[in-house]
C-alpha cells in the first residue's frame, strides 16, 4: 500500500471488533496500529521490557494488541484514553519515538512518517495458521469455542479441519476502518474507502448511501485461492476468492455479524450483507447490497407506524458492474418487493433519467442527468427548472408544497453519511397551483430579480412572504 494511499484511508482504518465486558460498560476489541505506550498496562510494559525513556519525547508502539475502554456506542466515546491489556507477540512489536509533544496529534509530520513505517511494517507481516494452537503465540487473539457450552466458533471449525497442514496456511492481521467510521466513497481511482453513494442527487429523493464494501475481518487466512477472513468472537466475516496473482475472481461474500465477545450472536446475524462478482480483479456483474435488519431500532415507531401504518423498507440494492465501474441501472428494492428507485449509470456516473417511485401513495418523481450533472428539464416538486450541466439555466418556478417523507432505512440503522437525513426520503406536492416564486437563470446566476406573486421583487434570498 503507497504512502498517499495510506494517508488517504488514516481517519478511517484501525481492525477493530467492539466487544461488550459486562462491567462499567467497559468494550475490549483486537486492534493492529499505533499507540502511545502510556495506554499500555504496566504489566505489559515489565513483560516486553519497554524502555520509556529511550526516546526525547513520547514512545509509540506499533503492533497488534487486545484493547479496553469505557464509553457508550461509537470510536472511544467519552473515553480518549483507551488501555491496551494484551499486546500479542505476533507480529512482533516495534517502538517508534517522537522528539516532541506534536506526536500526540495526529496529523503531524513526525506522527505522520512513524505511521507510514508502522502501516508498512504490518503491511509485511504474516504468520501461518499453525500459530493459534494452544500454547502458541495467538492462540487466543480468535474464539475458537463457545464460553456457553465449549462448541466450536467458525474459526475453530476452520482450524480444526486443517490442523494437519496448519503451517502451511499463510495468515495476516487487518486493520481497517471502524464500524461508525465516516462513510466516504467506495475503493476507486481516488484511492478513497468506505461507501457506494448515490452522490449528485438532490437531498430528499433517495438515501445517499446505503451500501457499504464493508470488511471489518481481523484475521484473515489463505487455504488455496480462498481467503476466510474472521472476527475476534470466531465468526466468519467474508469469504472471497483470488487468482493466480492474487487478485480477487470469483464470487465475494461479506456477512452481517454482532462483534459482541464471547457472547453467541443471534439467529438475526449471520446474514449477507453484500455480494459482488469479481474478474482478475475488477467488479464485473450485479453486486447485491442488503439492510443490516439486526441493527435497526425495534422499540421506536416511525412516522408511518405512528399514523398506523406499515414501513416500507429500503431491502436490498443491485448495482452492475463492468470492467470495475458503476455501468447500467442501480435498482433499489423494498422489504415488501416494491421497486423503489431505478438509477441509471454509465463509468461510475449518473447518466439518463432517475426514478424514485414512493411507497404507499404509488407516485413517481423523475429526474434528468447527463455526464453525473442534471440536464434538462426537471420537476422536483417544490420547483421546477431546466438544467445545464448542472447549473439552472433558464427560468426557475418554486411553489408552495406540502412535504411527505418516509424513512427508506429503518430508524436506528447505520447507515447514510448524514445522520438523521440521509435515511429519508421525501417528496413535495403542491398547495394549488399558483407560483409562489419565480426568477430567471444562465449558468446558474440569477439574471435581474427574483419576483414574488404576492409583487414583492428581490434578490434569490428574499422572502416573498416577509419581504423585510
Known amino acids: 500500500m503507497n ?22 460498560n467497559q468494550f475490549q476489541y483486537f486492534d493492529c496500529w499505533m499507540e502511545n ?36 456506542f461509537g ?36 506522527f505522520d512518517n512513524n505511521l507510514d513505517q508502522c502501516v508498512n511494517y ?26 456457553d457450552d465449549g462448541s466450536l466458533t467458525d474459526f475453530g471449525k476452520y482450524f480444526t479441519e486443517r490442523l494437519s ?34 452522490s449528485g442527487v438532490p437531498h430528499g ?7 457499504r464494501f464493508t470488511d471489518y475481518s481481523d484475521v484473515r487466512c489463505k487455504d488455496g485461492n480462498v481467503w476466510t477472513g474472521f472476527l475476534t468472537n470466531g465468526y466468519v466475516e467474508n469469504v472471497m476468492s483470488v487468482d493466480t496473482a492474487g487478485r480477487f475472481h470469483g464470487t465475494a461474500t461479506n456477512y452481517g455479524n454482532d462483534p459482541r465477545y464471547p457472547d453467541r450472536q443471534g439467529p438475526e446475524y449471520g446474514k449477507v450483507l453484500w455480494s459482488a462478482e469479481y474478474r482478475h480483479g475488477n467488479r464485473e456483474g450485479i453486486a447485491k447490497f442488503y439492510r443490516y435488519g439486526a441493527i435497526d431500532n425495534a422499540g421506536k415507531e416511525s412516522d408511518v407506524q405512528s399514523r398506523g401504518g406499515k414501513d416500507y423498507y429500503f431491502k436490498h440494492l443491485e448495482v452492475p458492474y463492468r470492467s470495475g465501474k458503476i455501468n447500467g441501472t442501480v435498482n433499489m428494492f423494498s422489504d415488501k418487493g416494491m421497486l423503489m428507485a431505478k438509477i441509471p449509470f454509465r463509468n461510475n456516473s449518473l447518466e439518463g433519467r432517475i426514478t424514485i ?27 421546477f427548472s431546466n438544467y445545464r450541466n ?20 429503518p430508524l436506528n440503522a447505520i447507515d447514510g453519511t448524514e445522520q438523521g437525513r440521509s435515511n429519508r426520503i421525501c417528496r413535495a406536492e403542491m398547495q394549488g397551483k399558483q407560483k409562489y416564486r419565480w426568477g430567471t437563470y444562465k449558468n446558474g446566476e440569477l439574471q435581474g430579480l427574483v419576483e414574488c406573486a404576492n409583487g414583492v421583487q428581490g434578490t434569490e434570498e428574499i422572502d416573498c412572504d416577509h419581504p423585510y
Not at 472511544?76 to 496529534?105: A, H, M, N
Open 390 to 409: 448542472g447549473k439552472v439555466d433558464g427560468k426557475k418556478i418554486e411553489f408552495k408544497v406540502t412535504e411527505k417523507c418516509y424513512d427508506w432505512i
Open 165 to 198: 497442514r496448519a503451517a502451511s496456511i499463510p495468515c495476516f492481521f487487518q486493520y481497517h476502518e471502524r464500524p461508525d467510521a465516516p462513510k466516504l466513497a467506495d475503493w476507486g481511482e481516488n484511492g478513497v474507502k468506505g461507501v457506494f453513494s448515490i
Open 357 to 383: 417511485l414512493y411507497p404507499f401513495d404509488k407516485k413517481t418523481t423523475s429526474i434528468n442527468y447527463k455526464n453525473g450533472q442534471l440536464n434538462g428539464p426537471n420537476d422536483f416538486g417544490y420547483f
Open 3 to 24: 504512502n498517499i494511499l495510506i494517508k488517504a484511508i488514516l481517519p478511517l482504518c484501525l481492525a477493530v471488533s467492539t466487544v461488550a465486558v459486562a462491567q462499567d
Open 37 to 72: 505506550i502510556n495506554r499500555i498496562d504496566l504489566g505489559e510494559q515489565i513483560r516486553m521490557k519497554i524502555e520509556p525513556k529511550k526516546f526525547a519525547g513520547s514512545t509509540w508502539l506499533c503492533g497488534c494488541y487486545t484493547v479496553r475502554e469505557k464509553g457508550g
Open 122 to 147: 504490518l503491511n509485511g507481516s504474516a504468520f501461518s495458521l499453525a500459530l493459534f494452537a494452544e500454547g502458541e503465540k495467538l492462540n487466543k487473539v480468535i474464539a475458537q469455542k463457545f464460553p
Open 75 to 110: 470510536w472511544r466515546e467519552g473515553d480518549g484514553s483507551p488501555k491496551i491489556i494484551k499486546v500479542w507477540d505476533e507480529p512482533k512489536f516495534e517502538l517508534y519515538g517522537c522528539r516532541s509533544k506534536s506526536c500526540e496529534t495526529n496529523g503531524s509530520g513526525e
Open 205 to 211: 429523493l433517495v438515501p445517499d448511501a446505503i451500501g
